[in-house]
């Protein structure tokens, strides 16, 4: 049995330190998080879910983004202080950044990003350096970055040709299941029509038809705070595991006789 525990969108927030950010994107971000985010967002659910996922070490973990709320260095430096113990624990760690990580197009801040993707993963990805293709155990990992910077009103994100010519190449050379790993959905925005554009991947029409016609076997995402699965009876097909901060639960996935089976382990703050 391979198993698999994915989590996503920590939102770590903390006050901006640069005078610059009160001229950009970062503003906003910080508003939602001081009179919105906050109130439902709770930082303790991850340092309890990197507790539990020591107890029970899978063969791999996946972060699918969001570690910041605006994407500032500070706000980095307080993801990795949590996750540093899951980064040193020698399992492999696969990320992807979220939009809030690529929040705006500051030079400090994305040096922070870029750093954080070296440090939460030993060293094995860099932001420069996707799309990546992994295999791990029995199963074939392709891992895209989606994000990029966007005006306030949009959280959507982008897939480039070479994300969508390493699908193509994969699916075609196929050996071994595909599981890929992006913060945005490739199939799965239903917040209606105008949140639907908002939040949606651009570039995901290959993407998105090679999940349905299985040649990727699972999408692991994360950017819908509400957790999904959308999945046939082998467990195969497309899954948000949610907010951790939000809902206090990651999924773990395991993968046995060719099939899929997922879990929710619910964290309790008592």
Do not use: W
């Amino acid at each position: 049995m391979f198993r698999i525990v994915h989590f996503s969108d920590l939102h770590a927030a903390a006050p901006m330190r640069t005078f610059s950010g009160f001229f950009d994107k970062r503003i906003v971000g910080a508003a939602n998080s001081r009179f919105a985010r906050r109130k439902v967002h709770n930082p303790r659910f991850a340092e309890l879910a990197v507790e539990r996922i020591l107890k029970e070490p899978p063969d791999v973990i996946v972060f699918s983004g969001d570690a910041a709320s605006c994407g500032q260095p500070s706000e980095f430096e307080l993801a990795y202080r949590v996750l540093k113990p899951l980064a040193d624990s020698g399992i492999p760690l696969i990320y992807t950044p979220g939009n809030h990580d690529l929040y705006v197009r500051n030079k400090l801040c994305h040096a922070a990003c870029a750093a954080f993707t070296e440090q939460i993963t030993n060293g094995r990805m860099r932001l420069d350096g996707y799309p990546y293709a992994f295999t791990l155990g029995p199963l074939r990992f392709l891992v895209f970055n989606g994000a990029r910077p966007t005006n306030p009103v949009l959280s959507c994100g982008f897939l480039g040709e070479a994300a969508r010519s390493m699908i193509r190449e994969e699916c075609a050379r196929k050996q071994q299941p595909l599981v890929a790993v992006c913060h945005f959905p490739f199939r799965r925005i239903r917040k209606g029509l105008v949140n639907g554009m908002r939040h949606r991947l651009f570039g995901a029409k290959e993407a998105a038809h090679a999940l349905s016609e299985g040649k990727i076997d699972l999408a692991l995402c994360g950017h819908i705070h509400v957790p999904f699965f959308d999945l046939d009876g082998d467990g195969r097909g497309e899954t948000s595991c949610g907010s951790l901060t939000r809902y206090g639960a990651y999924s773990v996935i395991e993968f046995s006789g060719n099939a899929f089976v997922h879990h929710r382990v619910n964290l309790d703050l008592l």
